[in-house]
């Protein structure tokens, strides 16, 4: 069983649509858990991370953490072109040591 | 946060050959790390470099294949030995942002492309 599990889609969503991408992990000693977004042929770059459980907000996003079931999720509102990339999930199991998922492709449509 | 600069970019490998991808950062950074991006896989951690030590590799990777060096707290190398077509992959270096440790995050080159042929 891998660590971290991810849905690779490509999910494909009408702009100003919600969309949510999810993330489940089998380690329950994971306390920091990480979405970064890839454009293509670009290194990931943070855009969300959460301790432990509970939700954090930022403009658009949403990332939520469920420890009790393993379960993460990013919630991207009012969806726009310019969001079409991968997001990567990624938890930490120890210090300096992130486990990615394999990614989601999200492709938003005008 | 940390800029990072990366190169090359990409290139295109005899099997048997070797690469050395340079990882330069504009700020000091304790702990830097490389990454392998393959195809519809997720990233994986290859070894954490810190200056002045040697770099510890993950399990699946050894010194011989990824030889590293980290000379100051600017700049890393990862050498991809011996080439073989399975090594065609994205390769990426990141930082742990100390100067930004609000946000907790780790930031990452654009990457180096290398296709072995």
């Known amino acids: 069983q891998k660590e971290v599990e991810q849905d690779p889609g490509p999910l494909s969503v009408p702009e100003g649509a919600i969309v949510s991408l999810n993330c489940t992990y089998s380690n329950s000693a994971f306390q920091y858990f990480m979405w970064y977004r890839q454009y293509s042929r670009k290194g990931p770059e943070l855009l969300m991370y959460?301790?432990?459980?509970g939700n954090k907000e930022d403009g658009r996003f949403t990332a939520q953490v469920d420890k009790s079931s393993k379960y993460i999720s990013l919630f991207i509102r009012d969806s726009q072109p310019s969001d079409s990339a991968t997001y990567l999930c990624?938890?930490?199991?120890?210090?300096?040591?992130?486990?990615f998922g394999t990614g989601t492709r999200l492709q938003v449509f005008p | 946060s940390a800029v990072i600069s990366q190169k090359p970019s990409r290139d295109i490998c005899q099997r048997g050959t070797s690469l050395t991808i340079q990882c330069q950062v504009d700020?000091?950074?304790?702990?830097m790390f490389w990454y392998r991006q393959q195809p519809g896989q997720s990233l994986t951690l290859i070894a954490t470099a810190n200056q002045g030590s040697e770099a510890t590799y993950e399990s699946g990777f050894v010194i011989d294949k990824f030889p590293i060096s980290r000379p100051n707290l600017t700049f890393s190398t990862l050498t991809v030995s011996n080439m073989s077509p399975e090594d065609s992959s994205i390769y990426l270096c990141?930082?742990?942002?100390?100067?930004?440790?609000?946000?907790?995050?780790?930031?990452f080159g654009s990457g180096t492309r290398l296709t072995v042929v």
């Open positions: 990141s930082v742990e942002d100390d100067a930004d440790p609000i946000h907790y995050g780790y930031t």
């Open positions: 700020s000091q950074v304790t702990m």
């Open positions: 959460t301790y432990s459980s």
């Open positions: 990624a938890v930490e199991r120890n210090t300096d040591k992130l486990i």
